[in-house]
């Protein structure tokens, strides 16, 4: 199989099974069975907790979610610190979901194990729109109707049309920045394997399946937590 048809064919939309009226596709199996490996982990890794005498997988397990939640927020700033708990989970789902690509397995036609989820442009949109509803809700919580209408003039109030259009632009660059990073990434190793398919693929994959991925699920984040902090600012 060509370049050509390989993109043609990730790009294409599969259908693993049919529910009734409503098709599952291929990238909402592998969420599903993603979110069970990340629940399985998270069962394991907390079992046999104590607050007296926490083991050696305890203490690693407290100190890598102290960071990771220091650092979402650090991010947020006071105002949407609350959100922390949920960006941490939108963190761990992203960069797992890129690191499954290590794994990446084809089983039949029209399904492939592990098959990242961020390869599709429908949940990466889900993600970025959930991003965008959360600005607009903690936009008017934290400022009002009034407050909040009033911040599309700023900073002065001939940029409002510009600044409405934002709420459009903005999960748009962070749906098709996660896509087009992914995806890319998909392309070049492709196109590696093509030429060069003896070891070459192995530092590339590396990058972009570990280190590229982890970066993408990082910037996704960071963005995201700039605009829920712009949102939650009350001056």
Same mark, same amino acid.
Request: aromatic letters at 12%; proline letters at 3%.
């Given at each position: ?18 529910? %009734?009226?409503?098709?599952i596709s291929e990238s909402i199996v592998n969420t599903w069975i993603?979110?069970?490996? *990340? ?15 926490? %083991?050696?997988?305890?203490v690693a397990v407290e100190g890598f979610v102290t960071w990771i ?11 949407? +610190? ?5 960006? #941490? +989970? ?5 960069? *797992? ?5 290590? /794994? ?24 970025a729109l959930m991003t965008i509803l959360l600005v607009i809700f903690?936009?008017?919580? #934290? ?24 709420? /459009? ?5 962070? #749906? ?31 990058? /972009?399946?570990? /280190?590229?991925?982890? *970066?993408? +699920? ?13 949102? +939650?600012?009350?001056?």
């Amino acid at each position: 199989m060509g370049i050509g048809e390989k993109l043609v064919e990730e790009l294409g939309v599969k259908y693993v099974f049919t529910i %009734g009226s409503f098709t599952i596709s291929e990238s909402i199996v592998n969420t599903w069975i993603l979110l069970l490996i *990340i629940a399985v982990a998270c069962i394991a890794l907390t079992r046999g907790l104590s607050v007296d005498n926490p %083991g050696k997988r305890q203490v690693a397990v407290e100190g890598f979610v102290t960071w990771i939640q220091g650092m979402i927020k650090g991010m947020l700033g006071e105002h949407a +610190a609350v959100y922390t708990d949920y960006i #941490c +989970a939108v963190l761990v789902f992203i960069g *797992i979901s890129n690191l499954s690509a290590i /794994f990446e397995t084809k089983l039949t036609e029209n399904f492939t194990f592990l098959k990242p989820a961020t390869k599709d442009l429908s949940i990466t949109a889900a993600l970025a729109l959930m991003t965008i509803l959360l600005v607009i809700f903690t936009g008017l919580k #934290c400022k009002g109707v009034g407050g909040y209408a009033k911040s599309f003039t700023q900073p002065m109030a001939i940029v409002t049309p510009l600044n409405v259009i934002e709420i /459009f632009t903005k999960p748009l660059s962070l #749906c098709m920045r996660l896509f087009g990073n992914i995806f890319g990434g998909f392309v070049i190793m492709e196109l590696i394997k093509i030429n060069v398919p003896i070891l070459l693929p192995i530092p590339f994959s590396c990058y /972009f399946d570990i /280190f590229d991925g982890l *970066i993408q +699920a990082y910037v996704f984040v960071f963005l995201t937590c700039i605009y829920l902090s712009e949102a +939650a600012e009350v001056e």
